[in-house]
């Protein structure tokens, strides 16, 4: 079965930079497309940025292109979020999320049903001075 754990959350000040990592336990990492959401209380959860099974498209909602860059190394079965020039507004619990390919072959936000998706528990992300 596969489980992802996300690490690298805490607390970043605002203009600087955090790396996410989302590790998952399944050796075939490379048949699986990988989106991170971010979700403040209150609110509903957002996608924030995705890879596909090739690594070599990436999808990004509108607020953080050009500030976060998604990427993925399959030998160390792990999926990174690299955060750069922080805002306060992305204050955030971040998680990961993985499809197998075969049910979502191009990234979207627009996820399958439960049953066909493996979400991690969450890393803290704080941006404040």
């Known amino acids: 079965q596969l489980h992802l754990v996300e690490s690298g959350g805490g607390l970043g000040h605002p203009g600087g930079s955090l790396r996410l990592s989302c590790t998952a336990s399944e050796f075939t990492l490379d048949e699986y497309t990988i989106a991170w959401f971010r979700q403040a209380p209150g609110k509903e959860r957002e996608g924030v940025a995705c890879?596909?099974?090739?690594?070599?498209?990436?999808h990004y909602r509108d607020s953080v292109k050009g500030r976060f860059t998604i990427s993925r190394d399959n030998a160390k079965k792990t999926v990174y979020l690299q955060m750069s020039s922080l805002k306060p507004e992305d204050t955030d619990v971040y998680y990961c999320?993985?499809?197998?390919?075969?049910?979502?072959?191009?990234?979207?936000?627009?996820?399958?049903?439960?049953?066909?998706?493996?979400w991690g528990r969450g890393t803290q992300v704080t941006v404040s001075s």
């Open positions: 999320v993985a499809v197998w390919w075969r049910h979502m072959y191009h990234c979207t936000f627009d996820l399958p049903q439960d049953g066909l998706r493996t």
């Open positions: 890879v596909d099974s090739s690594g070599h498209n990436a």
